[in-house]
Nanobody
Framework: QVQLVESGGGLVQAGDSLRLSCSVS????????VNWLRQAPGKEREFVAR????????DYADSVKGRFTVSRDNAKSAVYLQMNSLKPEDTAVYYC?????WGQGTQVTVSS
């Protein structure tokens, strides 16, 4: 089982940056992939980025490539999503997830 807790959301202006954190715990999390997903009001949940814990390899959605960076800190058992050059269309609840386990989400609101 894996437990995930997000933090770091907030209200920012377009062009600003935010860093989301996902605290990861559980017996096997170091062998997992941790995904960041988001869901905007009235829209389906969508993939944002992922990191393969063991290798550190990353993938990104085209919509955030070049603006967002996902990373992990082994010592802190945490995954981060650094979001730069934020746009109003990035407004959503952001979740970290691994397999069937999800965090509770953190709200990111970007004003124009």
């Amino acid at each position: 089982q894996v437990q995930l807790v997000e933090s770091g959301g907030g209200l920012v202006q377009a062009g600003d940056s935010l860093r989301l954190s996902c605290s990861v715990s559980g017996r096997t999390f170091r062998h997992t992939t941790v995904n960041w997903l988001r869901q905007a009001p009235g829209k389906e949940r969508e993939f944002v980025a992922r990191i393969f814990w063991s290798s550190g390899s990353t993938d990104y959605a085209d919509s955030v490539k070049g603006r967002f960076t996902v990373s992990r800190d082994n010592a802190k058992s945490a995954v981060y999503l650094q979001m730069n050059s934020l746009k109003p269309e990035d407004t959503a609840v952001y979740y970290c997830a691994s397999g069937t386990f999800w965090g509770q989400g953190t709200q990111v609101t970007v004003s124009s």
